[in-house]
């Protein structure tokens, strides 16, 4: 059974770092496509990145460009979001989800069940 769970989420000041995880299991990591999603309160879920299941192909929303950071590890079936120099309009629930391919990144088949991102002074 094909699952993903996030961590890593905590409460930080503005400017600070968080580094989101992403592990799989239960299905053949390394031929999915992973994104990272976020829904803030009030606010309809958006993508943030999503990265090729080779990793080599990333891409970004533009709120984050420059900021976060997207990664695999495929002999550890885990993704990772570093996210640098948080704002307060990153605070959300942050997801991970897997899709068959990258072209599918915005549509994908498996979601994980969502980890809070704070970001406070």
């Known amino acids: 059974q094909l699952q993903l769970v996030e961590s890593g989420g905590d409460l930080v000041q503005p400017g600070g770092s968080l580094r989101l995880s992403c592990a799989a299991s239960g299905f053949s990591f390394d031929y999915y496509a992973i994104g990272w999603f976020r829904q803030a309160p009030g606010k309809e879920r958006e993508g943030v990145s999503c990265?090729?299941?080779?990793?080599?192909?990333?891409n970004y929303a533009d709120s984050v460009k420059g900021r976060f950071t997207i990664s695999r590890d495929n002999a550890k079936n885990t993704v990772y979001l570093q996210m640098n120099s948080l704002k307060p309009e990153d605070t959300a629930v942050y997801y991970c989800a897997a899709a068959s391919a990258y072209v599918y990144c915005s549509r994908p088949s498996s979601w994980g069940q969502g980890t809070q991102v704070t970001v406070s002074s």
């Open positions: 990265i090729s299941s080779s990793g080599g192909l990333t």
